[in-house]
Antibody, heavy 121, light 111 residues
Framework: QITLKESGPTLVKPTQTLTLTCTFS??????????VGWIRQPPGKALEWLAL???????RYSPSLKSRLTITKDTSKNQVVLTMTNMDPVDTATYYC?????????????WGQGTMVTVSS | QSALTQPPSASGSPGQSVTISCTGT?????????VSWYQQHPGKAPKLMIY???KRPSGVPDRFSGSKSGNTASLTVSGLQAEDEADYYC???????????FGTGTKVTVL
């Protein structure tokens, strides 16, 4: 059974850097075709794709946020970390991590429960 | 990369069908057969309902179907049930530089 869980601060100040960790089980990020992505959703608004890392360390970023995002993986710890710099109140959102596999190309088949991050001074 | 365009809302009575559109461009929806659909109930994480335009993951009822014509993809929910009331989002691969893009979301109401 695949599960993912996001963790990190619930409150960050403007201009600070946000670090979120996705801890997963039930799969290995060293398996060919597997990836973990990050998606966010501001309150009452739509989903927004942020970043993705594949088993081979291929990394992809949203063009509009690329300069602020970094995604890394620690295969031994079954974790994926997303950092976002220069946080702003508009970055207030629920942040999800999700599993991707070549069985469901370019889709996220399993999602974490999400973690709410508020940006405020 | 702009979000894919969906109607804000759609509705139908129990047993009826509802179809949601998802309009993009030739750089995303029209260019690849990698459109996905997600169902999201309030306060919950999204759930994958359709992938590769029209394929259903195991466990998703066959009342849910997907299709695509040109730059527009569609999700049809047949035989509407109360539990189908949720927000629905489409997503498409948008090429190696832009990767994935989500739609604006559609709230489906079961009357």
């Amino acid at each position: 059974q695949i599960t993912l869980k996001e963790s990190g601060p619930t409150l960050v100040k403007p201009t600070q850097t946000l670090t979120l960790t996705c801890t997963f089980s039930g799969f290995s990020l060293s398996t060919s075709g597997v990836g973990v992505g990050w998606i966010r959703q501001p309150p009452g608004k739509a989903l927004e794709w942020l970043a993705l890392i594949y088993w081979n360390d291929d990394k992809r970023y949203s063009p509009s946020l690329k300069s602020r995002l970094t995604i890394t993986k620690d295969t031994s710890k079954n974790q994926v970390v997303l950092t976002m710099t220069n946080m702003d109140p508009v970055d207030t959102a629920t942040y999800y991590c999700a599993h991707r596999t070549s069985y469901y190309p370019y889709a996220f088949d399993i999602w974490g429960q999400g973690t709410m991050v508020t940006v405020s001074s | 990369q702009s979000a894919l365009t969906q109607p804000p809302s759609a509705s139908g009575s129990p047993g009826q069908s509802v179809t949601i559109s998802c309009t993009g461009t030739s750089s995303d929806v029209g260019g690849y057969n990698y459109v996905s659909w997600y169902q999201q109930h309030p306060g919950k994480a999204p759930k994958l309902m359709i992938y590769e335009v029209s394929k259903r993951p195991s466990g998703v009822p066959d009342r849910f179907s997907g299709s695509k014509s040109g730059n527009t993809a569609s999700l049809t929910v047949s035989g509407l049930q109360a539990e189908d009331e949720a927000d629905y989002y489409c997503s498409s691969y948008a090429g190696s530089n832009n990767f994935d893009v989500f739609g604006t979301g559609t709230k489906v109401t079961v009357l």
